[in-house]
Structure formats: structure tokens, C-alpha cells
């Protein structure tokens, strides 16, 4: 087996100029590699386990960062012991490193570019469309050239939204995770969040109009996205979920302030046979009690449960 995952990783480099391998706080080795505008991790492999890809929030922030010749991860590091379970892949975001220098990550982790600005590669390029279609080649390619085939997608909000859209277009998913994201689209969200608040009824109709204008002008945009880009990601999910025919599983917090629908999926699953969702009582949009204290990681036991179950 050893010998098998040495000569695939010899044959990707080979194939891929952008490839570069570091290593992680526990001595595993990860490639970086890249495919187009995309780049991406690639956790140690072993044909014979399920593997996950990893579909990150809207944040457009690097998903590692390099500290004394050693990667760490940016996010919940619970979410890592994901692959010691599994394979793990996760997949960054156009015109974003997906692993920077520490002296380059901001406190906010947004990155940003020599001119202090979110990359324009990023802005027109953050939609479902380019994101289905970027993801899926990858998808692809890496299952293709290590022989996977147990595949599951994990998204985890704006991400859930395109893991839906890959696991209803590509065939070689076995099941999706679905993490924090509202039923209705990321344009209810925001107007279900404040509308009773709302003395008049002009922001609703203001929001409207982005979705229905489209454009994907970087010299135009709101709350740091295009108007295309907002009108892509407030496609109700509810429809897309009713189209999947593969293993589901949602999970959400219940004082998730970015997910005022959330409640939805209480009762969904009824509906959705093939849905199963789990709701984490007094927790926000990452997981996060009222007192502050994070609960990734009996959320990412859940996961690994269902995904093993299966």
C-alpha cells in the first residue's frame, strides 16, 4: 500500500508544475496542487477509505497558512480529524491561496491582495456556476488518478450551497453534507433576518433587485459580492434538495442568526426520505454556544458516524 500511494503521489506531481508538498503539526504530508483558478489540499490517501471533499464558507480567506516549515490549518481544527478518518481534500477558491505565509494572514483572515483589496479574480468568479464546474473537474480528476470511488462532499454554509448543486451533477458522489446553510437562499436570509424591523419596505425591494439585476461588475457590488454572485447564491436550496437522490445529511445550530429558515429541516426530512437532519440546540452559524465555547467537534463525530453508517 505504501508503495502504491508513493507512486501516485510521483506520478500527480509529475503531472502538475503547481504541485508543492508540506507538512502538517502531526507529519503528514500535504499536497498543494491547483487546477485552473482553483487550488487545493490533498491529505494523505488510501484507495480503500471514503473520502470527503471539503467545500468552505464565503469567507474568501486561505485555508492554511505556513509557520516555521509547518502547515497549519485557518479553520476549526476539529474539522481535521476528519482525515484521520477518511481521505480529506479540500478545495480553495478562485484568485485565493489556499496556503499563505503567517506574516500575510489578516486578523479578519480575509485575504487580500498587494493593493488591500479582495482579489477581482475572486469577485467574478464567486457563483455557483464557476463553482460547480471548477469543483466537478477536480472532482473528477483526483478520483480518477488515485481510484477513488466513495465519494462525499462536506459544505459548510455558502459551500453547502454548491455541494448541493455537485452531488445533483456529478455521479460519483455517494452522499453530501450540508452545514449552515438557509433553505430559501442567501437573499432571504438577509431580508427574513431584519424584515419585521423594517419601516418600509424599499431594502426588501433594493435586495430584490440585485437578484434580478445579475451583474457581475466589480465596481458594482453588495456587502462584497457581485450582484451575479448574490442572485446565483439565492437560488432556493429547498429545490435542489428536493432533486438529490443520494444520502443527505443537514446539520445546523439553532440560534444561527445567518440562517433564519433553518428550522425548515426539522420537519424537511419528512418530505425528503432520503434527508436526515440533526439541529444543535442554543449553538450559531459555526457551532458556537451563547457562553463562546465551539462544539465542532461533536459535530464532526455526527459526520463521521452517518458517513461510516453508510
Known amino acids: 500500500m505504501v508503495h502504491f500511494r508513493v507512486t501516485l503521489l510521483l506520478i500527480f506531481i509529475s503531472q502538475n508544475a503547481f504541485s508543492q508538498i508540506k507538512t502538517d503539526i502531526f507529519g503528514e504530508k500535504i499536497i498543494f496542487s491547483k487546477v485552473d483558478e482553483i487550488q487545493y489540499a490533498i491529505h494523505p490517501l488510501n484507495k480503500d477509505k471514503k473520502t470527503i471533499f471539503l467545500i468552505e464558507g464565503s469567507v474568501p480567506f486561505s485555508s492554511y497558512y505556513n509557520y516555521n516549515d509547518t502547515v497549519y490549518y485557518t479553520g476549526p481544527k476539529e474539522i481535521m480529524k476528519l482525515s484521520t478518518v477518511f481521505n480529506l481534500i479540500v478545495l480553495g477558491k478562485p484568485g485565493i491561496p489556499i496556503l499563505i505565509d503567517y506574516e500575510f494572514l489578516n486578523k479578519d483572515y480575509v485575504y487580500k491582495d498587494s ?4 482579489p477581482a479574480e475572486f469577485l467574478q468568479n464567486d457563483n455557483v456556476a464557476f463553482y460547480t464546474k471548477s469543483y466537478n473537474e477536480i472532482i473528477n480528476k483526483i478520483s480518477y488518478e488515485y481510484g477513488l470511488d466513495d465519494i462525499y462532499i462536506f459544505g459548510h454554509s455558502q459551500g453547502s450551497r454548491i455541494a448541493a448543486n455537485l452531488a445533483l451533477n456529478n455521479k460519483n458522489i455517494k452522499g453530501v453534507i450540508l452545514s449552515s446553510v438557509d433553505p430559501l437562499g442567501r437573499i432571504a436570509s438577509v431580508i ?8 418600509k419596505k424599499d431594502k426588501t425591494e433594493y ?7 445579475g451583474s457581475n461588475s466589480i465596481d ?3 456587502m462584497s459580492s457581485t450582484y451575479y454572485s448574490w442572485q446565483s447564491f439565492s437560488y432556493p436550496l429547498i429545490i435542489t434538495l ?7 445529511l443537514m446539520i445546523y445550530g439553532t440560534q444561527d442568526t445567518n440562517c433564519p429558515n433553518c428550522y425548515v429541516y426539522g420537519y424537511l426530512d419528512n418530505y425528503i426520505p432520503n434527508l436526515k437532519s440533526l439541529s444543535y440546540d442554543g449553538y450559531d452559524h459555526n457551532f458556537i454556544d451563547k457562553k463562546g465555547i465551539k462544539h465542532w467537534d461533536g459535530v464532526i463525530k455526527d459526520i463521521i458516524y452517518w458517513i461510516k453508517e453508510k
Open 115 to 118: 493593493t488591500g483589496k479582495i
Open 192 to 199: 427574513d433576518k431584519d424584515y419585521s424591523n423594517f419601516e
Open 207 to 213: 435586495l430584490q433587485s440585485i437578484v434580478q439585476n
Open 220 to 222: 458594482s457590488t453588495f
Open 242 to 248: 428536493s432533486k438529490i437522490e443520494i444520502p443527505i
